[in-house]
């Protein structure tokens, strides 16, 4: 079979986070495959979705330093970013989740997308834009990687690649999309494409994820030069069928990437032998109704559901701190 380059998808498993992205990046002919001298890299975490200290709700900082630390030798054009959401500030998540300490560490910068210049472009045969205006650091970027965590999804069953690079759009009042939410992602990821895709699966969440649910470890890492692709493999790891997965569904049948197994030059681990079946993140009729909302309501009402997971998490944590042994 005659397998496109756009379409391989490496698994790895074990070892630190930053030997398996280097390991993952190798497999897919090297760094310098994607990263040319000097060029100007955007990376895209999954920040903003996340509970501060619950792992696998959000980027974990060891992934983005083994990234960084993988990317340092071709370029020190390197910009961090996440826009706001709902749920909070990115400026502050990026604090409370470690992420900036990382960046700044390594001299890098972070940006806040809902605080930067805007470029409109244009979307070619969008479901729900014509035009849409983005960050123009990211439309200027010579290279976009996307890293978002291993999650389920209570409005898109999962949340990683596509998901992810939903987050570069700057306004904070998300919810308005989410009527339409898989046609906008696909809008957003028609415009920008991210050159590689990095699955931070050390640890995953699942059950009612985004804010909900329970840490997963599974220690691996997924990379890819396709994110359609590579969400379809990390589904595939996380017990899903990627055709009953809308939004991967519809980037199939839109010439974004390919969902099936045989059309993916699959890398590194089998996915029987890494794979575990997600707990799912089930919905009732009124939640069902609620995530779809579009009005400064629904988006206030997400906000109350992200406070709520974060009182439950502390509480938890500090029960966990009060047993004795």
Known sequence: MNLSYANRVVIVEGGSPKDMIFEA??????????????????????????????????TSPEVLDGLI??????????????????????????????????????????????????????VRDGYVFKRVLLPRIVLESDVVICVPVMKTHCSTEVSLGMKCMFGILPERNKARYHPKLEEVILDVVSVVPPTLTVVDGITGLEGKGPFYGNPVDLNLIIVGDNVVSVDAVTSMVMGFDPIEILHLKMAEEKGLGEIKLEK????????????????????????????????????????????SAVKNWKKLQRKVKEEPG
Do not use: W
Request: glycine share 10%; hydrophobic share 35%; net charge positive.
């Open 69 to 122: 630390k993988a990317l340092k030798g071709r370029t020190q054009r390197i910009v961090v970013g996440e826009a706001d959401s709902c749920m909070y500030d990115a400026d502050k998540m990026f604090s409370e989740t470690d992420i900036l300490e990382v960046v700044e560490r390594h001299g890098f910068e972070f940006r806040n997308l809902s605080k930067e210049e805007l470029q409109e472009v244009e």
């Open 25 to 58: 990046l190798e497999n897919l002919a090297g760094v310098g495959q994607f990263v040319k001298r000097g060029d100007r890299v955007f990376i895209k975490p999954n920040i903003c979705g996340g509970v501060p200290s619950k792992r696998g709700t959000f």
């Open 264 to 307: 993916i030059n699959l890398i590194g681990k089998k996915i029987e032998d890494v794979g575990r079946t997600f707990r799912r993140a089930k919905q009732t009729k009124i939640e069902r109704k609620l995530s779809r909302i579009s009005s400064r309501f629904g988006g206030f009402i997400i906000h109350k559901f992200y406070e």
